[in-house]
């Protein structure tokens, strides 16, 4: 068995086990939602292999572009940040392979580089658990998957946990160990690519090759890649994190770091955002409440979605929601929108209108117009079922970070008391599930503001 240090070895979940073929000439990293160069555990666990095996290291992407929800916004920014990571890894002599995944499986590739051993990272939604789960099945060599997208490994949780209140004391216990600057491995032996060997240009111009859905075009200002990213974090740390902890909630304020859609994409990971944030010089109450939701509530949406498989519906939910909500699905609305009046943003409601056009307009929506957001659409449609349905659709669809654990479990929360508990008095609608209205969020920011500027 090829030897790791501790704190990778945690990460890891073995799919196929084995020996590492001896004759094999490279290690492929199976790159997916970590996608960077530094500061990834699954590409340094490759590194490290490939080192101990004295073969050098290829990253293999491979685009989906039939991927449910994805389309031309998404992609964009994805190949934006896949032009920055691929300089990045050829800096380090390691080389990258992208082919489309739906025109040739990433078993015949690995054939055809004749790797040793083949890692990726790990993904704990649905579709992409169901493709490890079958290139399992298909290799001849081992199998590794790696926990790169968070900063306490997924496995040392063990199961669902219900509220932010729970799973905080596991998180800090362990934070000691894993909140720690990465190391990035010297690559021993580069990447040199076979002869003939094909590969698409990691730009945007090969986009124009796939079949995307177009109707939503990239957010205007905003580009993808770890420099980018880089240059985001840097801004906030300067800008927003002083005051933080008091801005947060004023969406009429840019008040927030913007980094969602970098992280979603693994463009930056989340270990090293929060380093950055804990040397800040920025006041401890800005950074500790920066750092609550970067890791105590992100963490808590992964853990989510891996130990839940309903993540994506409302049974996914807590059982007092589900009666509650049950209970009050034949009250009356006052008012009621079809899913497609709500996506062209035609509600009565000014407030609810200005989020949903930053949200198709940017791609981003203000973590605190997401709540109220979603609870109006729970309050304006048919059933709660519905409800839940069209949030994650609308969410996934235009959100640069759509397609996320937070996502899902930010609807959870809105939609079905995820994370939350019951809330008094008793209203029509909501049941027992937290209100929310455009009065109460008068009282917390500058609404009129808000609804001018978007």
């Known amino acids: 068995m090829l030897r790791l240090d501790a704190d990778l070895a945690v990460r890891l979940t073995v799919r196929r086990a084995g020996e590492p073929d001896s004759s094999g000439r490279c290690v492929v990293y199976w790159m997916q939602r970590a996608q960077r160069a530094t500061d990834n555990p699954a590409l340094e666990t490759a590194i490290a292999a490939a080192n101990e095996l004295g073969v050098p290291v290829v990253v293999f992407f491979g685009p989906m572009p039939s991927f449910p929800g994805a389309n031309y916004r998404h992609f964009h920014f994805m190949m934006q940040g896949l032009a920055d990571t691929a300089e990045r890894l050829e800096a380090r ?24 051993l083949v890692v990726s990272d790990e993904n704990p939604m649905r579709e992409p658990e169901r493709w490890r789960a079958s290139l399992a099945g298909e290799l001849r060599v081992p199998f590794w998957t790696v926990d790169s997208d968070v900063v306490v490994p997924s496995a040392l949780l063990e199961r669902e946990h219900y509220s932010a209140r729970t799973i905080r004391p596991k ?61 985001c974090l840097r801004k906030f740390l300067r800008e927003g994190l002083p005051g933080y902890s008091a801005r ?27 380093l950055a944030v804990s040397a800040a010089h920025a006041p401890g109450v800005d950074r500790e409440a920066f750092l609550e939701e970067l890791i105590v509530r992100r963490e808590l949406s992964v853990n989510f979605v891996k130990f839940n498989p309903r993540y994506d519906r409302l049974q996914g939910c807590e059982a007092w929601a589900l009666r509650t909500l049950a209970a009050h699905a034949r009250d009356p609305r006052e008012h009621h929108y079809s899913g497609r009046q709500l996506e062209d943003a035609v509600t009565h409601d000014p407030l609810w209108n200005a989020a ?56 959870a929360w809105a939609v079905g008391g995820k994370h939350d508990r019951p809330w008094g008095p008793e209203r029509p609608i909501f049941g027992l599930v937290r209100y929310m209205n455009a009065a109460g969020c008068s009282r917390k920011f500058d609404t009129k503001a808000y609804i001018r500027a978007m």
Not at 253 to 258: A, F, L, P, Y
Not at 373 to 382: G, V
């Open 93 to 116: 002599g390691i080389g990258l392979v992208l082919r489309r995944l739906d025109e040739g499986g990433l078993a015949a590739f690995c054939l055809e580089a004749h790797a040793a």
């Open 171 to 231: 998180l800090r216990a362990h934070l000691e160990r894993f909140l720690v600057r990465a190391k990035d491995r010297r690559v021993r032996v580069s990447w040199h690519p076979p002869r003939g060997m094909k590969s698409l240009a990691p730009r945007v111009e090969t986009l124009d090759q796939m079949p995307l859905d177009r109707s939503v075009q990239p957010a205007p200002g905003v580009a993808g890649g770890t420099t980018e990213g880089l240059r």
């Open 248 to 274: 947060r909630n004023r969406p009429e304020v840019e008040g927030t770091s913007r980094l969602s859609a970098y992280l979603h994409f693994g463009q930056l990971g989340p270990r090293a955002v929060a």
């Open 356 to 411: 949903q056009r930053q949200m198709v307009r940017t791609g981003w929506m203000h973590g605190y117009m997401r709540m109220y957001w979603a609870k109006k659409i729970l309050e304006w449609t048919r059933s709660p079922e519905g409800a839940f349905e069209i949030a994650v659709r609308l969410n996934d669809r235009y959100q640069l970070d759509g397609r996320d654990c937070n996502g899902y479990a930010g609807v």
